[in-house]
């Protein structure tokens, strides 16, 4: 139920194992009329439970296919036109196909996925973060292209720059060549790093993990601020609008100066810590893990509206076509209006969603055991 308020160094060699890759081919179930909670207690690993047809069965509001991965899912999954990637924590790598088609699979490793799959549209690429290095796969065939190890576990995305992917060893960025994996240059920071993100062509902003909000200039590989707030962060910063926004772990959100790094303006939206935040042109939106999502203004930070579920919200709001799409623990995705914050849908899973969904001509779902969903979208109001 909903209630809503007003108002250290890098191997700089590439690995000679390769993981190997699975190709699946499946043929969608025929149409059968079953309860939905049946469908999905039928489902096989790898298997669909419904195909995009039979929709008209169950209406827009149930599930379209379903697919069962290999490992539970702890973070959010990447999209391009017409693929699924999610890593799990037994290391495996799948792709998806829009229409439910697992395209393709690596094989289980030592080393559980840690961060979401990152995509090189120039080059076709696939960069992992693992729990004991860096992988790069081919998106089309999943073929592995390199592995770099790290000290420790990789905690932060990588980043595609314009001729180099950027990723985080402990305590240094590194970045290395996208075809070959060699390092080519690492500048070290105060403190464990937990996060990068890609602020423009030459500049990253970079959190630690002692709550240091720094600029890094990528060319002259120069620090150019750095602000300290009074916590860490666990999510990636955002930049949009001219300021970076960064939620700490005592669910603050703060607003800092692009260009400066000077504090703009700091609001708290409740306790129990921040998912990260979505920018939506002037609207910041951040849920908390007790479960109360709220927009503010980016200019001011003044509150905008304030929404209340009865479960945490650990995953990333996805704003979409002037809606907000709010993944809950329980199983729930609330779908309230951006401008307003009045609830129009709710729609339920049989999983306890972690991350965020993915919504553009459909809502794709993945669960903490592993069961990735599509859903038509709900028609508005």
């Not at 924590?89 to 699979?105: D, F, K, S």
């Not at 000290?151 to 402990?170: E, F, I, K, Q, T």
């Not at 200039?217 to 960064?246: C, H, K, M, Q």
């Amino acid at each position: 139920m909903a209630r809503r308020r007003a108002v250290s160094s890098v191997d700089d060699q590439s690995s000679s194992a390769r993981p190997q890759t699975t190709p699946v081919t499946q043929t969608p179930h025929p149409c059968v009329s079953l309860p939905r909670r049946r469908l999905l207690r039928a489902v096989g690993a790898g298997g669909l439970t419904l195909t995009a047809g039979c929709t008209s069965l169950i209406g827009r509001d149930d599930t379209t296919w379903s697919q069962s991965l290999s490992g539970r899912v702890v973070t959010p999954m990447t999209a391009t036109a017409d693929t699924l990637f999610v890593g799990t924590t037994t290391g495996h790598l799948a792709a998806v196909g829009r229409v439910g088609t697992r395209r393709w699979q690596t094989r289980e490793t030592s080393a559980a996925t840690t961060t979401t799959p990152v995509h090189d549209d120039t080059r076709g690429h696939l960069y992992v973060g693992y729990a004991d290095g860096v992988r790069a796969f081919d998106a089309a065939s999943g073929d592995h292209q390199w592995t770099v190890r790290t000290a420790n576990r990789v905690a932060a995305a990588p980043v595609v720059g314009d001729d180099v992917v950027l990723v985080a060893d402990r305590s240094t960025v590194v970045a290395l060549d996208p075809e070959t994996g060699t390092r080519r240059w690492g500048v070290e920071v105060a403190n464990p790093i937990v996060s990068l993100e890609r602020r423009d062509p030459s500049r990253l902003i970079v959190a630690d993990r002692n709550g240091i909000i720094a600029a890094l200039d990528a060319n002259t590989r120069s620090i150019r601020w750095e602000n300290r707030l009074e916590w860490y962060t666990r999510a990636p910063p955002v930049t949009a609008t001219g300021s970076v926004f960064v939620d700490t772990a005592d669910t603050y959100l703060y607003a800092l100066d692009a260009a400066t790094g000077e504090k703009q303006w700091v609001r708290h939206p409740g306790p129990g810590g921040l998912s990260p935040v979505s920018v939506d042109g002037g609207r910041v939106v951040a849920g908390t893990a007790d479960g109360t999502a709220a927009a503010f203004s980016a200019a001011d930070g003044t509150t905008q509206w304030s929404f209340d579920v009865d479960a945490s919200l650990p995953g990333k709001p996805v704003v979409a076509n002037g809606r907000v799409f709010l993944a809950a623990l329980d199983g729930d995705i609330h779908v309230v209006d951006v401008t307003s914050g009045r609830q129009q849908t709710t729609l339920t899973t049989d999983g306890a969603l972690r991350t965020a969904p993915v919504v553009d001509d459909a809502i794709y779902t993945v669960t903490r055991d592993g069961t990735l969903t599509r859903r038509p979208l709900p028609e508005r109001d």
